[in-house]
């Protein structure tokens, strides 16, 4: 007996609705386990001579996110980008998920054998708790951890300065940035710095007065979903369309590289924002 032609519409309608949630779930694995590689190139009229061409790449927000097994894809395209620093901006661990065993110490073994690895807390290291325990374990494998705390780089026979603060959910008694920024101007007068920041939101009000040539940031996640044109959708507040959620920015005489990150928080997702490597390229203007 033929099927009713109301009951071969609606299997029709069945099957492109299946296929229509088969491709969007395929679209939105893809958008958050597929890795990009972003490029960027920023010119500074006193970047010393020595740091012409320097490359570092910027990870934030991993939020435990893994990349293949021991996170080698994520490990490759920071081998291919032949950096001469790495820099983890924050929010290497979530609040919301356990810490997979050998998590911490796989991935410090393996950036800091790339090039030298430079860490600041992120706001949900302290949600977690035991920040302590792990700045201990990434100074054994490797990494340097910045904690309100500054020191020289040096290449080609010049120098510049990094410092790096503790997010503001770290001890109450912590030294702000403002008390950073004038230690590091009375030892080392007025260098060109770099300052690792994880905070985004921070930027206009406070981080770009402190008078860095560059700010790195991340903890906005690219504003979680991408629309074309607009930029990020949603800060971490729930603010429609907020600033500074990814690239460049300059403000009060500094520069902010901001970075999309990595991972999610929790069971959230991204949308048109893969994951991002990004590669910051420093030229002398």
């Known amino acids: ?48 001579a020595g740091f012409e061409g320097c490359r570092a ?12 097994v021991g996170s080698q894809r994520l490990l490759e395209a920071v081998q291919e980008a032949e950096p001469d620093y ?22 410090a073994d393996s950036l800091s054998a790339i090039a030298p690895t ?35 780089l040096e290449r080609d026979g010049d120098t510049i300065v990094l410092a790096g603060i503790d997010d503001p959910n770290g001890y109450a008694d912590q030294k702000t ?11 080392c007068g007025d260098p060109f710095w770099v300052l690792l920041a994880h905070r985004n939101d921070r930027f206009e009000s406070q981080y770009s007065l402190l008078g860095a040539d560059l700010v790195i940031s991340g903890h906005a996640h690219g504003g979680i979903i991408r629309l ?14 907020p600033d500074y959620t990814a690239g460049l920015h300059e403000q009060n005489g500094s520069a902010l590289f901001v970075s999309r990150g990595l991972g999610n928080v929790g069971a959230s ?10 590669v910051l390229t420093l030229h002398r203007g």
Do not use: C
């Not at 074309?228 to 369309?241: A, V």
């Open 1 to 48: 007996m033929a099927k009713h032609p109301r009951n071969r519409r609606l299997f029709r309608t069945l099957r492109r609705l299946l296929l229509a949630v088969i491709l969007l779930g395929a679209f939105l694995r893809w958008s958050n386990t597929s890795l990009e590689t972003a490029s960027f190139d920023l010119t500074f009229t006193d970047l010393p």
């Open 57 to 68: 790449v910027v990870l934030s927000d991993l939020h435990t996110a893994e990349f293949g």
């Open 86 to 107: 790495i820099f983890l901006t924050g929010d290497l661990l979530d609040q919301y998920r356990p810490v997979p065993e050998g998590y911490v110490e796989q991935l």
């Open 118 to 152: 430079y860490y600041i807390t992120g706001n949900h290291e302290w949600a977690l708790g035991g920040v302590p325990a792990l700045k201990e374990l990434l100074i054994t494998h490797g990494v340097t951890v910045l904690s309100n705390q500054f020191l020289p």
């Open 177 to 187: 940035p403002e008390t950073v920024a004038a230690e590091l101007y009375a030892a």
């Open 228 to 241: 074309p044109f607009l930029g990020g959708l949603i800060s971490h507040d729930l603010e429609l369309f």
């Open 269 to 278: 997702f991204r949308l048109f924002n893969r994951p991002e490597v990004a």
